[in-house]
């Protein structure tokens, strides 16, 4: 019986904090309605499209491919981030380069970046820091699976 | 004719009423919610670009349920799987038919009561149409022959007929005090004054009545604290099998029965139209001051009152709602059975006890 009470002293407890977030976060709705500002605000939603949270510095976003100083690619075809990746969906096809220094560069690069995870992987084994995921771009989703293989071009970008 | 003309009026305008503000629920709901949990809510949908806080949400909602898929699964029994609804949904808006929303209006000597159905055995009507909404319930839980949907309609079904009881139980207190069964004169009754200057109101002459009156109704609306039939993270509940318009329709019940709660609760509790020492010529204080008003104006404030006590207990449904998390199925039953009734049979006893005194 006693124990049957804490619980309706709880359950009126519960009521009380909701009833009071509903005042307060009404309140400074009506004021901004009256346009009145305040530091505080009802709500701490972002509105997102228009408006964008700031991106964290150790963020990871959309790949992307370094260049030398040449504008070709710094990537030296080492396969390390392609055997990597958990997700298998990074693909390189080595070609040969004349440069000694050199010796293979990447043919062809592709990333399925409908199966990534984002996991950053690639960027860690990568040895020649060729491959970053400092972009910034969060949002490039697309309307088929197709445009979502990106290769060297895009990557490059 | 003009009288059959005036029960049509009083028809469609009680529909209006109780189909829109059934509409716009389901927008408070989002919005209060929201509000609850420190978020903005639906503010999206717009007109030509004109938002209004998203007050065009629920037209958006209603185009969208017109234009799904109304699905029907090949193993269901497809007469009574389309009937369930309509069945759940009916039983619950005919209960608007004996609501009082105010007092005669007087227009050309003639006097239109503001209620559809003024009969002598309203409580009873009102009572019987909600429990016949459980029909709704096991009709759509069966005839889906899908066994989660099963489960939730006899979940439904053993929950909404013990809470019943209670939800009976609680109201004979309330015939004793005020001997009748008709709800327009059930109000009238309330606008007398206890002790000369409180409202006698059914709240302060059945205070555990009214308690026992609203915890057993929160079980009928089957929301939140008490939504063992649908249950989403356990069975899914009764709908599982409903789409498009026929599911909307069962959603549709869900927010008019709030209302219906609301309506019902502040008939039999809280004064109906009655506006605090207000009678048929204007107020008249305790204090003895009195400010005399038109008729117009008067039945005017009764309306209002009305609305305004039902918005309120709306609020306070959906609060609740967004408070509390779902009972255990024992819970729900001891509450029901060890508790509720229990105590509704001791208000029985005290009040006889306290009107023989
Ligand atoms: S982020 Fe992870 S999943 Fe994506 S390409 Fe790099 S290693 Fe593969
Ligand atoms: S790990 Fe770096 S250098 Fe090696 S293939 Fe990948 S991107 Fe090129």
Redesign the pocket.
């Known amino acids: 019986m006693i124990k049957a009470l804490g619980y309706f002293i709880e359950i009126i407890r519960g009521s009380i904090i909701t009833t009071r977030h509903f005042v307060v976060n009404m309140f400074f709705h009506i004021l901004k309605v009256l346009r009145i500002k305040t530091k505080k605000k009802g709500a701490v939603t972002i509105q997102y499209p228009e408006q964008k949270r700031e991106i964290a510095s150790r963020h990871r976003s959309l790949h992307r491919?370094m260049t030398r100083e040449d504008g070709k690619p710094?990537?030296?075809?080492?396969?390390?981030?392609?055997t990597v990746c958990p997700s298998e969906c990074?693909y390189?096809e080595a070609g040969e380069d004349p440069d000694p220094e050199i010796q293979k560069y990447?043919a062809k690069f592709i990333i399925d970046l409908s199966r990534c995870c984002f996991c950053g992987f690639?960027v860690e084994?990568?040895?020649?820091d060729?491959?970053r995921m400092d972009t910034e771009n969060i949002e490039f989703a697309e309307y088929s699976r197709q445009e979502l293989i990106y290769d060297l071009d895009k990557l490059l970008g | 004719m003009s009288e059959v003309l005036i029960v049509l009026i009083k028809i469609i305008c009680a529909l209006v009423w109780l189909l829109a503000l059934t509409l716009y629920l389901t927008w408070v709901e989002r919005k209060e919610s929201a509000v609850i949990q420190d978020r903005i809510g639906a503010n999206r949908a717009d007109i030509l670009g004109i938002r209004i806080i998203g007050l065009f949400q629920p037209i958006a909602d209603a185009i969208k349920f017109v234009f799904k898929e109304d699905f029907t699964p090949r193993f269901s029994k497809k007469y009574l799987h389309t009937l369930a609804p309509f069945i759940s949904f009916f039983f619950v808006a005919v209960t608007i038919s004996a609501i009082p929303f105010g007092d005669v209006l007087r227009i050309g000597g003639r006097e239109i009561k503001l209620l559809i159905l003024d009969f002598n055995v309203g409580l009873l009507f009102v009572l019987a149409m909600l429990s016949l909404g459980i029909y709704g319930i096991i009709l759509g839980g069966w005839a889906s022959n899908n066994r989660y949907t099963l489960l939730g309609g006899m979940r439904g079904a053993a929950q909404l007929v013990s809470y019943e009881v209670a939800l009976g139980l609680s109201l004979v207190g309330l015939i004793m005090v005020y001997p009748s069964l008709n709800l327009s004169s059930i109000v009238h009754a309330q606008g007398e004054l206890l002790f000369g200057w409180l409202p006698k109101w059914g709240v302060f002459l059945q205070p555990l009545g009214c308690l026992i009156f609203f915890f057993a109704a929160l079980a009928e609306t089957k929301r939140v604290p008490f939504d063992l039939p649908e249950g989403e993270n356990e069975i899914v509940g009764f709908f599982t099998e409903y789409s498009g318009l026929k599911w909307g329709l069962f959603m549709m019940t869900d927010f008019m029965e709030v209302l219906i709660i609301s309506t019902l609760l502040i008939t039999l509790f809280f004064g109906g139209w009655q506006v605090p020492w207000m009678s048929a010529d204007g107020f008249h204080f305790p204090w003895g001051a009195q400010v005399l008003l038109p008729h117009g104006i008067v039945v005017l404030f009764q309306v209002l009152a009305f609305n305004l006590k039902v918005f309120f207990f709306c609020w306070l449904q959906i609060l609740i709602r967004w408070t509390y998390p779902r009972f255990r199925y024992d819970q729900v039953m001891d509450l029901g059975w060890k508790l509720l009734i229990p105590l509704s049979l001791a208000n029985i006893i005290g009040t006889g006890i306290i009107m023989s005194i």
């Open positions: 491919l710094r990537c030296v075809a080492c396969m390390l981030c392609a990074i390189i990447p690639c084994a990568c040895p020649e060729a491959i």
